[in-house]
T-cell receptor, first 110, second 114 residues
Framework: EDQVTQSPEALRLQEGESSSLNCSYT??????LFWYRQDPGKGPEFLFT???AGEEKEKERLKATLTKKESFLHITAPKPEDSATYLC???????????FGTGTQLKVEL | NAGVTQTPKFRVLKTGQSMTLLCAQD?????MYWYRQDPGMGLRLIHY???????AKGEVPDGYNVSRLKKQNFLLGLESAAPSQTSVYFC?????????????FGSGTRLTVV
């Protein structure tokens, strides 16, 4: 059974304080790893897809990386508007479904 | 520029009542999904569809039924609601089943069963 574990559950940062969120996975045959952002009361918003170990994707202050066992979402010099829950998900081809982690709730304070 | 629209946004049901959640997308996506989100459990797939007229069971299908009579609409039905179905329900759509271009999610329906 595919498993996705995200850590930490919650993270509080000061504005400008860079950090990383972790997504570790146990799957049989990874075909894609996804990062989503979810704001309170809204649906998840797609950020990145990563396919193979060593791949990196960037978007503004966010950078996602992938190894054979985990993915990191690096946040550089975060701003309060980066506060949200960040979700990681994996796709292995079975059942046409993504398996989601429980998310990391990020709060960036002034 | 609507994307995925879910109705209603909030609903309170009594145990045993039935209801239908409607999802509509205007992006001509083939794939559509219904997920539920519960605290500490992440998003879990209920049912999905790979095209008009098709449906398939996901991870937690019991107590739910779905229909996709038109490509743009995906309906989720609860025939006899139970308190365990209290949750936030999200509909999503995608161009391909692999989700390579990401899923587009609706804003959710918060359902409470009392």
């Amino acid at each position: 059974e595919d498993q996705v574990t995200q850590s930490p559950e919650a993270l509080r940062l000061q504005e400008g304080e860079s950090s990383s969120l972790n997504c570790s996975y146990t799957v049989s045959g990874l075909r894609g790893l996804f990062w989503y952002r979810q704001d309170p009361g809204k649906g998840p918003e797609f950020l990145f897809t990563l396919y193979s170990a060593g791949e990196e994707k960037e978007k503004e202050r966010l950078k996602a990386t992938l190894t054979k066992k985990e993915s990191f979402l690096h946040i550089t010099a975060p701003k309060p508007e980066d506060s949200a829950t960040y979700l990681c998900a994996v796709y292995t081809g079975g059942g046409n479904k993504l398996t989601f982690g429980t998310g990391t709730q990020l709060k960036v304070e002034l | 520029n609507a994307g995925v629209t879910q109705t209603p946004k909030f609903r309170v049901l009594k145990t045993g009542q039935s209801m239908t959640l409607l999802c509509a997308q205007d992006m001509n996506h083939e794939y559509m999904y219904w997920y539920r989100q519960d605290p500490g459990m992440g998003l879990r797939l209920i049912h999905y569809s790979v095209g008009e007229g098709t449906t398939a069971k996901g991870e937690v299908p019991d107590g739910y039924n779905v229909s996709r009579l038109k490509k743009q609409n995906f309906l989720l039905g609860l025939e006899s609601a139970a308190p365990s179905q209290t949750s936030v329900y999200f509909c999503a759509s995608s161009v391909s089943g692999q989700g390579a271009y990401g899923y587009t999610f609706g804003s959710g329906t918060r359902l409470t069963v009392v």
